[in-house]
C-alpha cells in the first residue's frame, strides 16, 4: 500500500527512483522493469536420454590436432649450430638466425605419456614402522630417572678431571724481565725543526743563566765544605 500522492501520477514516475515512494511493509523499488511471473531465469539444460549407458558407450577421447599448426621455431638449436659455426658475438648470431631456420618437432600423444612406474614387491608394506613398546616395568621402577642420573654423574665426572688438569697445565706467571722483553720502548718524537742563529741564543741564554747563579753555587759549595766527610773535607777519605 503506497502513501497517497497528490496531484497526476504518470508512468514515467514510477522508474524514477527519487520519486517512487516505499510501500508499506516492503523495500524501496529501484524502478526497473522485471519480466511476466511466467517468465523462467537461467539457460535452459537439453537433456539426452539414454543415462549413463549411453555415455560411456560414446566415450570420445581429445586428440591434439596439428593442422594448420606452424611449427615453432627452436632458437636453441639455432644458437648450437651457431657457436658450432664460430659465431660469437651477438650480431653473428642474429644474421646466422636470419639466414638459417630450424624448427621444432611437433607434440604427439606420446611425447605426453608418463614414464612407468618401477615395479613394486608384492610383499612390500607401506608406511612407517612402529617403535618396540617401552615395557611397563621399566617405568614402574623408575629405572629411566636412575640412568639419566647415572649420565649425569658421569659428565660432572669428566668436566671435573678436565679442569683439574687445566688447573694443573697453569700459565706460568710473567716477571718483570719478561714484562720488558715485551714491551716495546716508545719512539722518540722527532725535534721540531730551528732556525741556526735561534739555536746560538739558546746557547747564549744558558750561558748567561749559569753566570747570574755562580754565586749561589760558590755559597753552597761553602756550606758543604764542613759537612763532607774526610780530612780534606772533600767527600774522600785519605791515609796518613
Not at 14 to 37: D, F
Not at 172 to 186: A, N
Request: aromatic share 6%; proline share 8%.
Amino acid at each position: 500500500m503506497e502513501s497517497p500522492r497528490v496531484g497526476v501520477v504518470r508512468e514515467s514516475m514510477l522508474h524514477r527512483p527519487l520519486l517512487i515512494k516505499p510501500a508499506l511493509g516492503k523495500t524501496k523499488s529501484r524502478g526497473l522493469s522485471y519480466p511476466g511471473p511466467d517468465f523462467v531465469f537461467g539457460t535452459a539444460t537439453t537433456v539426452q536420454d539414454g543415462g549413463v549407458p549411453e555415455a560411456i558407450s560414446s566415450w570420445h577421447s581429445h586428440t591434439m590436432s596439428t593442422r594448420n599448426r606452424e611449427a615453432e621455431r627452436d632458437f636453441i638449436a639455432l644458437n648450437r649450430e651457431g657457436v658450432k659455426s664460430g659465431l660469437v658475438t651477438a650480431k653473428e648470431l642474429h644474421q646466422y638466425r636470419a639466414t638459417h631456420d630450424i624448427r621444432r618437432q611437433p607434440l604427439t600423444r606420446e611425447g605426453f605419456r608418463r614414464s612407468a612406474p618401477a615395479r613394486i614387491p608384492p610383499d612390500a608394506s607401506f608406511g612407517i614402522t612402529n617403535r618396540a613398546s617401552t615395557p611397563i616395568s621399566e617405568l614402574m621402577e623408575y629405572k629411566y630417572a636412575q640412568k639419566w642420573l647415572e649420565e649425569q654423574h658421569a659428565k660432572d665426572k669428566i668436566l671435573q678431571a678436565h679442569r683439574h688438569k687445566k688447573a694443573q697445565l697453569g700459565r706460568i706467571q710473567d716477571t718483570r724481565t719478561t714484562m720488558l722483553r715485551k714491551s716495546r720502548p716508545l719512539p722518540e718524537p722527532p725535534s721540531m725543526w730551528k732556525m741556526p742563529r735561534f739555536q746560538q741564543l739558546m746557547e747564549r741564554e744558558r750561558s748567561v743563566n749559569l753566570i747570574k747563579d755562580l754565586p749561589l753555587l760558590i755559597t753552597a759549595c761553602q756550606v758543604a765544605v764542613p759537612i763532607a766527610p774526610g780530612g780534606t773535607s772533600s767527600g774522600h777519605l785519605s791515609r796518613s
